[in-house]
């Protein structure tokens, strides 16, 4: 069954045009509306405009981390409940505690599959059931 995720607003900030283009297309296929930052100050102003349902932010990236970013989102009541997925080409087991302190909500490895980017889409961001399909058979 392929899952329709559409007029889920995803946000993806990733200093690389390849992985934000990737991303986005892999989002777009599945009905999604994508947009995208080139980096944390970018985002920030963008967030604030268009109240993504969830966000994926690149842990590496020039002026504004993907920690300090999420930090910042965090700190916002506004979007606090916004989930955060951190996106890093680092599979270490620091990288991915400093991403829960900073108060991520997951953890993927880049390069990510569709499978993982729509999974943690699943695993966050609440599904009502006409957005679902409405049927559980």
């Known amino acids: 069954m392929e899952e329709n ?3 889920l ?3 993806v900030i990733d ?5 934000r283009r990737t991303a986005e297309t892999l989002l777009k296929k599945v009905g999604c509306t994508v947009i995208t930052a080139v980096d944390g100050f970018d985002a920030l102003a963008k967030i604030a405009d268009n109240n993504p349902d969830i966000i994926f932010v690149d842990i590496m990236m020039p002026r ?3 920690y300090q970013t999420c930090a910042l989102i965090k700190n916002n009541s506004a979007f606090r409940g916004t989930p955060v997925i951190m996106l890093s080409s680092k599979d270490g087991l620091f990288d991915k505690a400093k991403g829960r302190i900073v108060g991520s909500d997951q953890y993927l490895t880049k390069p990510f599959s569709k499978e993982e980017l729509l999974g943690a889409i699943r695993a966050h961001v609440p599904q009502s059931d006409d957005l679902a399909g409405a049927s559980e058979a």
Do not use: A
Not at 15 to 19: G, N, Q
């Open 64 to 66: 504004l981390d993907g």
């Open 9 to 11: 607003k995803v946000m």
């Open 5 to 7: 995720f559409e007029s």
């Open 15 to 19: 200093d690389s045009k390849t992985i």
